[in-house]
Nanobody, 127 residues
Framework: QVQLVESGGGLVQAGGSLRLSCAAS????????MGWFRQAPGKEREFVTA????????TYANSVKGRFTVSRDNAKNTVYLQMNSLKPEDTAVYYC????????????????????WGQGTQVTVSS
């Protein structure tokens, strides 16, 4: 049973920082890509960033480049999303996801490619 559990969301002022965590359990994720997506009210779910569990290659959405950093801790089976210089438009529910096909085709920004999802954590940035 694969489980992804996000934590670290909250309310922060514009310009502030938050670090989200995604604890993964239930299998070995060494061949997976781990992605972060977000969904704001009334909007579609959008890709934020992803990291290959093995090797650590990353990709970012243009809207977060230079502000967000994704990383992983293999020993803790945890992926992190460090979010700096937060803006009100970053307000959304943030989801962690795992893509088991990434070892073959690389990182994808398509949410439909991800096989497992966490329950989400709310991030609210006030102006």
């Amino acid at each position: 049973q694969v489980q992804l559990v996000e934590s670290g969301g909250g309310l922060v002022q514009a310009g502030g920082s938050l670090r989200l965590s995604c604890a993964a359990s239930g299998r070995t994720f060494s061949t997976y890509a781990m992605g972060w997506f977000r969904q704001a009210p009334g909007k579609e779910r959008e890709f934020v960033t992803a990291i290959m569990w093995s090797g650590g290659s990353t990709t970012y959405a243009n809207s977060v480049k230079g502000r967000f950093t994704v990383s992983r801790d293999n020993a803790k089976n945890t992926v992190y999303l460090q979010m700096n210089s937060l803006k009100p438009e970053d307000t959304a529910v943030y989801y962690c996801a795992a893509d088991r096909g990434a070892v073959i085709r690389g990182i994808t920004e398509r949410a439909t490619r991800y096989d497992y999802w966490g329950q989400g954590t709310q991030v609210t940035v006030s102006s």
